[in-house]
C-alpha cells in the first residue's frame, strides 16, 4: 500500500479499490436491495444487484454481500412486510437465497470470461443470470408450488425490472466513482469490469 502525500487517500500501486471504496459500494447496493425489498415489496432485483457486485467485486466478496442484501431482504418480509410464517414460506425465502447466489455465480462467470465491451459482458451476465435464477426458482416452484405464477409475462416483466435496476445502478455507480473520489479515491468501476 502507498499513500498518497498530497491528500489521506489509501490505494495500491495499481491504482485498485481500497478496501473502503469496497465496502461503501457494497452498502449501497445492500441499501439498494432494502430499496427494492421495501418499495417493490418481494421483488427484489437479485439478479440486477448480483450482476453489479459480480462486476465490481471478487466473487467471494459478492457472495457474502448477497447473503447480506438476502438477509436484508428476509428480515423485512417477516418482521415489516407481513410475511406468512409458514413452512412454505421460509422454504421459499431459501430457494430465492440459493437462486440469488447462483446467479451471482453465474453473472461472476460471464463476467470475467466473456471477451467483449464491458457493456455486453454485463448485459450476458444479466441475461444467463437471470435464466439461472428463474430455473432455480422453478425447479423450487415445482416442489413448493407456484408453477403456475412462471408465465412468459412475468418472467419477462421481472427481466425488464432487473434490466432498469442494472442501468441504475451503473448510473449510480459512475456518480459514486466520479462524486466520493476526493474521499474514498479509487472506487470499484462497473462499466470497467474486467
Not at 154 to 164: C, E, R, S, Y
Request: glycine content about 8%; overall charge positive.
Amino acid at each position: 500500500m502507498i499513500t498518497s502525500n498530497r491528500s489521506t487517500q489509501t490505494f495500491d500501486a495499481a491504482g485498485q479499490p481500497s478496501n473502503v471504496a469496497n465496502f461503501v459500494w457494497i452498502v449501497i447496493l445492500t441499501l439498494a436491495g432494502v430499496g427494492g425489498s421495501v418499495v417493490i415489496s418481494c421483488v427484489t432485483p437479485f439478479v440486477a444487484l448480483a450482476v453489479a457486485l459480480s462486476g465490481t467485486v471478487r466473487l467471494r466478496v459478492a457472495l457474502r454481500a448477497m447473503t447480506a442484501i438476502w438477509l436484508t431482504n428476509q428480515f423485512i418480509g417477516f418482521a415489516f412486510l407481513h410475511f406468512p410464517r409458514t413452512l412454505n414460506t421460509f422454504l421459499w425465502g431459501f430457494a430465492i437465497g440459493a437462486a440469488a447466489m447462483l446467479s451471482t455465480v453465474v453473472a461472476s462467470i460471464v463476467v470475467k470470461c466473456a471477451e467483449s465491451r464491458t457493456a455486453v459482458r454485463l448485459g450476458l451476465a444479466l441475461l444467463f443470470g437471470y435464466a439461472f435464477y428463474e430455473i432455480a426458482l422453478l425447479v423450487a416452484a415445482l416442489f413448493l408450488g407456484g408453477v403456475e405464477t412462471f408465465s412468459p409475462a412475468t418472467i419477462a416483466q421481472l427481466g425488464l425490472v432487473n434490466l432498469f435496476w442494472l442501468v441504475g445502478l451503473a448510473v449510480l455507480n459512475e456518480l459514486v466513482a466520479t462524486l466520493c473520489k476526493t474521499w474514498l479515491g479509487v472506487t470499484p468501476r462497473l462499466l470497467r469490469a474486467s
